[in-house]
């Protein structure tokens, strides 16, 4: 009798504290959301772009760049250019994350100085502020 009594109180409790699931993707049809690495990601629908494009962007960053600046004994140096583009299309928050202080300084003032404006991200026709990722390598010739 005992075990049918705690079945019982089982199943109740399962009715009562059960929730109501979401139906369909259609309920959350404002966000798109990734998961990676742990991280739940938003993506825009449209990304910010720069006016000129990616390789143009890449070789200003390069003509920029002044690479005996940098202090290493290493062969090759590397770091992550993080930075975001504001609803406005500015570039802000640029931050270098690697272990070569001087190579971090030197990738940030490079990047900084590029000052053209960037065609910001949209989300349900909104414009909204964007991150951005770059890998930067610098290979040393020994001579």
């Known amino acids: 009798m005992k075990k ?3 079945f019982f109180c089982l199943v109740f409790c399962c009715f009562i504290f059960a929730q109501e699931s979401i139906q369909g993707p259609t309920d959350l049809n404002e966000l798109v959301l990734k998961g ?4 739940i990601l ?3 629908e449209k990304p910010a772009a720069f006016p000129l494009g990616a390789t143009v962007f890449k070789d ?10 940098i202090i290493s004994k290493a062969e090759t140096e590397s770091c992550e250019i993080t930075f975001v583009i504001d609803k406005e299309g500015n570039m802000t928050d640029v931050e270098a994350f690697g272990s070569n202080e001087s190579f971090n300084d030197e990738a940030v003032r490079a990047v900084s100085k590029i000052t053209q404006k960037w065609i910001p991200a949209e989300m349900n026709r909104e414009k909204v502020r964007y991150r951005f990722r770059i890998p930067l390598t610098l290979t040393f010739n020994k001579k």
Not at 36 to 39: A, F
Not at 60 to 69: E, Q
């Open 4 to 6: 049918i009594g705690i």
């Open 36 to 39: 990676k690495n742990g991280r």
């Open 42 to 44: 938003i993506e825009a």
């Open 60 to 69: 200003k960053i390069i003509k920029n760049f002044k690479s005996r600046k």
